[in-house]
Nanobody, 121 residues
Framework: QVQLVESGGGLVQVGGSLRLSCAASGRTFSRYNMGWFRQAPGKEREFVAHIHWSGGSTDYADSVKGRFTISRENAKNTVYLQMNSLKPEDTAVYYC??????????????WGMGTQVTVSS
């Protein structure tokens, strides 16, 4: 079975930074895409960023471009999301995901339980 565990969330002030981590276990993920999504209270889940299994391509939502950076360490089956210049509208539960055929569809197969990020004003 596949398990994804997010960590690194918390409370941060406007303009601050956080780094989220997600560790995957249960199978080999070296050829799986990995991504981050988020869901704010009262809103639908939205795409944040994802990274190709090769590590050669990344995509970001327009709202986070220039502020967030996604990366991965395949040897550790871990994906990271470095978040800088945080804004109150970044407040949400952040979920990591892995998928085998998800690059163009952005439909992921496995999901973590989420980690809360709160940006205070």
């Amino acid at each position: 079975q596949v398990q994804l565990v997010e960590s690194g969330g918390g409370l941060v002030q406007v303009g601050g930074s956080l780094r989220l981590s997600c560790a995957a276990s249960g199978r080999t993920f070296s050829r799986y895409n990995m991504g981050w999504f988020r869901q704010a209270p009262g809103k639908e889940r939205e795409f944040v960023a994802h990274i190709h299994w090769s590590g050669g391509s990344t995509d970001y939502a327009d709202s986070v471009k220039g502020r967030f950076t996604i990366s991965r360490e395949n040897a550790k089956n871990t994906v990271y999301l470095q978040m800088n210049s945080l804004k109150p509208e970044d407040t949400a539960v952040y979920y990591c995901a892995v998928g085998e055929k998800s690059w163009y569809t952005r439909k992921y197969d496995y999901w973590g339980m989420g980690t809360q990020v709160t940006v205070s004003s």
